[in-house]
């Protein structure tokens, strides 16, 4: 049914944001030894609470829903969710996307007051838009729209546009395969859209081979995480709904482990594999222990019910409590709570364990100070003085310990503080 893949996607997305949330900004490593696994929530204790991403996949709707799916109306409608939006001072909020809100502040038409960035905030809320609509360029044209009020770069809406076509199609409930889906992206996108395709492609052809997500995040030069820059975060995700397309808990948990943008990611690949699998897919214990207010779990299955049933009818909505605010008077509030906790997780990555790299850098200084006991104390030596005779390109040298002609230092002295900073458990 179209209702169970519009509640799936807009569940999966919030899911997915609350679960990739902690990880922001940590790379894989980093995150392992921090969080551990990301198979529950680290937010709160073992709730999750969800970020810009689920917030603007549900302002979306509330647009569709206000405009009764009107493509203008649309538009000024999800605009005007945005300026308020921005009003309730939300912790996360990418720079394109708040200038964007100023300028419609300030009096620019929707049409006009996106910015040139080409991130991925555009495709963080689209999948939606994938699920509801029969007709291919009728999804095409919302995401279009909802596009460019933030970003006009035309990378972002490429990114945006790909990820509403993987959520239209797995909205399908048919078999399907990869090259399906870049022969629909390929008849769907202009050619200019060509590296982005070049880069679903070499998604595709990893999934074939039996790559796991991040080993292609890694082949493709984010071995420390993915950015918001929109050609590595929607290959990325791509990468993960066709590896896991009938597992919501695999696709989510293989995108977060790439590290970087976890939460935009997961929240992309939560809303597509959400689409297919429809909120039975999506795990309970998740969903019960997702810690929001004042837009419950229970008030986005009612939006996306609402929403469905409201395009397939044809119909203007009854449903005015959806419309009575365009952004509930408790949002601040909420926000601020948010923020507290957002702010205690930053200051948390101030303390062990830290990054590895370090530690082996420090042991291995250290091992060079005790092993050479470098001197201070005496002129250095030509080349040819020195046993090594393989450095003489380098005409000044530090000499070796084996010379009798020098007096080496003690160890402990000058290397006592290394040896502290390399310690064991210092930096693991």
């Known amino acids: 049914m179209k209702s169970d ?32 696994p990301p198979d529950r929530y680290h937010f709160i204790g073992r709730c999750g609470m969800v970020s810009d991403d689920t917030e603007h996949s549900r302002m979306v709707l509330e647009a569709l829903l206000s405009s009764d799916s009107d493509p203008d109306r649309f538009e000024t409608e999800f605009a005007r969710r945005l300026k308020w939006w921005l009003l309730c001072l939300p912790a996360g909020c990418g720079l394109a996307t708040a200038r964007a809100c100023l300028k419609l502040w300030l009096g620019f038409a929707p049409s006009s007051s996106g910015v040139f960035s080409a991130g991925n905030g555009p495709a963080m809320r689209s999948a939606v838009l994938g699920t509801m609509f029969e007709d291919v360029n009728v999804v095409l044209d919302f995401v279009r729209r909802s596009t460019r009020i933030t970003h006009t770069d035309p990378k972002a809406l490429f990114g945006a546009q790909v990820v509403a076509l993987a959520a239209w199609l797995n909205r399908q409930q048919q078999p399907f395969d990869g090259q399906q889906f870049l022969a629909l992206v390929e008849r769907s996108l202009p050619s200019e859209a060509e590296e982005l395709l070049t880069l679903l492609k070499s998604a595709g052809r990893s999934v074939q081979l039996g790559e796991t997500t991040p080993e292609f995040a890694a082949s493709q030069g984010m071995s420390h995480g993915v950015s918001g820059y929109v050609y590595q975060t929607v290959p990325v995700a791509i990468h993960a709904w066709l590896a896991h397309s009938d597992c919501y808990e695999n696709a989510v948990q293989a995108v977060i482990d790439c590290g970087g943008d976890a939460d935009t990611t997961s929240a992309i690949v939560g809303g597509i594999v959400g689409a297919g699998v429809g909120p039975n897919g999506i795990p309970a214990a998740l969903l019960s222990s997702l810690w929001e207010w004042p837009y419950t779990v229970d008030y986005l299955t009612k939006l996306a019910s609402d929403c469905a049933t409201a395009v397939d009818s044809c119909q203007r909505t009854s449903n005015q409590s959806s419309r009575r ?60 003085n020195c046993r090594d005779e393989s450095n003489a390109q380098n005409r000044w040298i530090e000499p070796l310990t084996s010379d009798p002609r020098v007096k080496s230092p003690p160890v402990a002295g000058s290397c006592r503080v290394w040896f502290w900073l390399a310690g064991p458990g210092r930096f693991a």
């Open 5 to 36: 893949s519009v509640i799936g996607c807009l569940l999966g997305t919030a899911v997915g944001d609350a679960l990739g949330l902690p990880y922001e900004g940590l790379s894989p490593g980093r995150a392992r030894r921090l969080l551990g």
């Open 325 to 384: 605010w365009l952004m509930h008077p408790g949002v601040p509030l909420r926000n601020i709570v948010f923020l507290i906790i957002v702010l205690s997780h930053g200051f948390r990555r101030l303390l062990p364990p830290w990054w590895r790299w370090p530690n082996r850098h420090l042991r291995r200084l250290s091992s060079r100070f005790a092993q050479s006991q470098f001197t201070l104390n005496k002129p250095r030596r030509p080349a040819e």
